[in-house]
Nanobody
């Protein structure tokens, strides 16, 4: 099993920055991709950014140029640097781990989810 623990959420004013962390533990050898999702009240959960074990990244159009996903293999930790935050970025952010060979992140099998961290951007 894989355990994921997020940290770093909070309250920030529009235009500000937050950095989320996701620490993985357990059977992490099974993971070859990780990503960040978010879910705003009354909306479906959406993929924000993903990174593969090879370092390839992809982003939702709404966050391109503002968010950066990265990972530190030595620490088994993934990060999401969020800059120029907008009120519409307010959501619960979830860390996700997957395995598989699909070229699409969502085509890979989900292995684990974090508990979520609330990020609120005030206007």
């Amino acid at each position: 099993q894989v355990q994921l623990v997020e940290s770093g959420g909070g309250l920030v004013q529009a235009g500000g920055s937050l950095r989320l962390s996701c620490a993985a533990s357990g059977s992490i050898f099974s993971i070859n991709a990780m990503g960040w999702y978010r879910q705003a009240p009354g909306k479906q959960r959406e993929l924000v950014a993903a990174i593969t074990s090879g370092g390839s990244t992809n982003y939702a159009d709404s966050v391109k140029g503002r968010f950066t996903i990265s990972r530190d293999n030595a620490k088994n930790t993934m990060y999401l640097q969020m800059n120029s935050l907008k009120p519409e970025d307010t959501a619960v952010y979830y860390c996700n781990a997957r395995k598989g060979t699909s070229s699409w992140y969502t085509g890979r099998a989900s292995v684990s989810w974090g508990q979520g961290t609330q990020d609120t951007v005030s206007s």
